[in-house]
Every structure is written in structure tokens, then in C-alpha cells.
């Protein structure tokens, strides 16, 4: 039954090869700065699969911390960068999340405070 | 003999579901038209594609820890749609144009 295993390494290795080429694809071609960062964070799931179906293959269990590791790599990247452009950017939207700057559809004239 | 042939034949179904769920989203992230649409297909399918890879390889691999398996489940359970709802967010709040069925709209 090994063979079968065999068999899904070539198909999973060249799927999960597609999804790397489409993240640096939007990397190179993202209209804004928010689909690079996008391009990016699917560029390092590919790369989490990518451990994975290797050590399937292999059948070891050494590269489990790889992959908790490039995980967390990706994701503080994501966030240390969205910190970045969230400082940067002239806030279009009201200062706070909780009071809308417009009524909601529901909500009748009298009754606000 | 033959539990060894079940795990390993559900092993490699596995491994072929999460391949095909990843490579929908990469399309999802090639294709869609909108950086919110984008970010929902890296939220969800890539979600799932990575988990399903994820429980191939635990049931693949006979000496693997459990608990390490389900730790790296739940860290990319808990990762991958956070990052996407911060694409959202800083999209939402620099007003980027949305795609719908009848057009760009600025909001």
C-alpha cells in the first residue's frame, strides 16, 4: 500500500507547486500593497504543504517543528507588516470601530442619546 | 495487515483532498477580482487544504506524536483567518473599491 502513497506524492508536490506559483505571481502583479502581503501569506501555506507531503514521503517525523515554525515565521511577518501600514495609513473610516460614522439601517430617528 | 491498508489508503485520500482544496484556493488568489475576495479564498480553502495535509501526514507517519499534530492544526486554525480578516480590516479602512455582480462599487 505504499505505492499509493508513492503515487499522491507527484500530484500533491505539483498542486501545492501551483499554489506557490500563484502567490508569487501576486506578489509580482498585486495592484496594491495589501495583495503582495496576501501573495506572501499564500506563498507560506505552500511552503508549510510542501514540508508536509516531503516528510510524508519520507516517512519521518522530524520536520513537525519546521512547519509550527514557518507557520509562526509567516504570521508575525503578516502582522509586523499590517502594524506597519495600519500607522501609516491616513484613516479614512472613523477613529474607533464602535461608533459608525453613519446610523444603522434599522435604527429609528429618536433614538439616539 | 488490513488496518495498516485503511489508515494508509484514507492517508493518501486525504492527502489528495488537501492538495486539490489548496490549489482551489491559489485559483481563488490568481482569479478573484477583489483584495476581499482574495482574502476570503486564502481564509477558508487554504484553511482547510492545510488541515486535511496536516491529519494525512499524522496518519501517514506512524511515529508522530498526537499532541504535535494537534498543535499545528489549531496554530494554523488559529493563524491563517486571522491573517485574512487583518487584509480585510486595513482594506475596509483605506476604502479599496469592492467587486459585485453589477459592477466596481467605491462604497
Same mark, same amino acid.
Given at each position: ?9 507527484? *500530484? ?60 509562526? *515565521? ?40 | ?11 493518501? *485520500? $486525504? ?48 511515529? $508522530? ?40 462599487? *467605491?462604497?
Amino acid at each position: 500500500m505504499k505505492t499509493l502513497l508513492a503515487a499522491v506524492y507527484p *500530484l500533491d508536490w505539483a498542486l501545492i507547486f501551483l499554489v506557490g506559483l500563484a502567490g508569487a505571481w501576486r506578489i509580482v502583479r498585486g495592484p496594491t500593497v495589501l495583495d503582495r502581503l496576501l501573495g506572501f501569506d499564500a506563498l507560506t501555506v505552500a511552503v508549510c504543504a510542501l514540508i508536509a507531503v516531503h516528510s510524508i514521503r519520507t516517512r519521518t517525523a522530524d520536520y513537525m517543528e519546521l512547519i509550527i515554525v514557518v507557520t509562526g *515565521l509567516g504570521f508575525f511577518t503578516t502582522v509586523a507588516f499590517f502594524y506597519y501600514l495600519i500607522q501609516t495609513t491616513p484613516n479614512s473610516r472613523s477613529s474607533s470601530l464602535d461608533e459608525p460614522d453613519r446610523p444603522a439601517p434599522g435604527a429609528r430617528k429618536g433614538d439616539g442619546a | 495487515m488490513s488496518m495498516e491498508l485503511i489508515i494508509s489508503g484514507l492517508a493518501a *485520500l $486525504l492527502a489528495v483532498a488537501g492538495g486539490f482544496f489548496l490549489m482551489v484556493a491559489g485559483v481563488g488568489v490568481l482569479r478573484l477580482p477583489d483584495a476581499y475576495c482574495r482574502s476570503h479564498a486564502l481564509g477558508k480553502a487554504m484553511t482547510l487544504g492545510i488541515i486535511c495535509i496536516l491529519l494525512a501526514m499524522g496518519l501517514a507517519i506512524p511515529d $508522530l506524536a498526537w499532541w504535535k499534530v494537534a498543535l499545528a492544526v489549531a496554530f494554523q486554525l488559529v493563524t491563517i483567518p486571522v491573517a485574512s480578516h487583518l487584509f480585510c480590516l486595513i482594506a475596509y479602512r483605506r476604502r479599496l473599491r469592492r467587486w459585485s455582480v453589477s459592477g466596481w462599487t *467605491l462604497d
